[in-house]
């Protein structure tokens, strides 16, 4: 198993631009979510899903939009990048609708200009 | 939500010296899970453990779940025990959404 898988490991953009960041795993697990780790913080989870074509929003999702029509796949789209988006991206997933084990992939760090 | 506070939040430990670190936690959990991110960025499962005590090596953790807190014990450390650990919950009226704790930063010197 590859485990928790992202794409890609380094991304500069400008202010404006769009982008995906993609996310999949193959351990057929239902739980999926999306954080952001900036310098001398925790990880604050941006949204989550408990299963294909569920999604719902964490602490902080302005700015970002998520979908899942898979369930293996569940990519983060920022439609307008600012600066204040700049931060290091964790996607993450566990088995079961409900919380249970969670594995991390390795992270995107984006910069934004 | 949930609010979660870890302690200490810097740490610096001799090589072989033994810590404890803590989690607390607002509200009553479903789950709690203690992480470890190692000093390239890899996020790495130590323990998921909502309740009871478990051990792995020199790590153990324990979790009082009705007092509302967890506690990570690191045992004759070493320097790749360096890092930052953090704790991670879900429950209360966060349901469904894991929030992490800041953590404790560790650094470990030969």
């Known amino acids: 198993n590859a485990g928790v898988t992202q794409t890609p490991k380094f991304q500069v953009l400008k202010t404006g631009q769009s982008m995906t960041l993609q996310c999949a795993q193959d351990?057929?697990?239902?739980?999926m979510s999306w954080y952001r780790q900036d310098p001398g913080m925790g990880l604050r989870l941006i949204h989550y899903?408990?299963?294909?074509?569920?999604?719902d929003q964490g602490e902080v999702p302005n700015g970002y939009n998520v979908s899942r029509s898979t369930t293996e796949d569940f990519p983060l789209r920022l439609l307008s990048a600012a600066p204040s988006q700049t931060s290091v991206y964790f996607c993450?997933?566990?088995?079961?609708?409900?919380?249970?084990?969670?594995?991390f992939g390795p992270g995107t760090r984006l910069t934004v200009l | 939500g949930i609010q979660v506070e870890q302690s200490p939040p810097d740490l610096i430990l001799q090589e072989g010296a033994n810590s404890t670190l803590r989690c607390n936690f607002s509200?009553?959990?479903?789950?709690l899970q203690w992480f470890h991110q190692n000093p390239w960025g890899q996020l790495i499962n130590l323990f998921y453990?909502?309740?009871g005590t478990k051990q792995n090596g020199r790590l153990s953790a324990t979790t009082v779940a009705t007092e509302r807190y967890s506690l990570l014990y690191i045992s004759s450390s070493q320097t790749t025990d360096s890092g930052v650990y953090f704790c991670?919950?879900?429950?209360?009226?966060?349901?469904?959404?894991?929030?992490f704790g800041p953590g404790t930063s560790l650094s470990v010197i030969p």
């Open positions: 509200d009553s959990v479903n789950n």
């Open positions: 899903s408990v299963g294909a074509g569920i999604t």
């Open positions: 991670a919950v879900e429950g209360g009226t966060s349901y469904d959404k894991v929030i």
């Open positions: 453990i909502p309740s």
């Open positions: 993450a997933s566990s088995y079961g609708q409900y919380y249970n084990e969670q594995f």
């Open positions: 351990m057929n697990h239902e739980y």
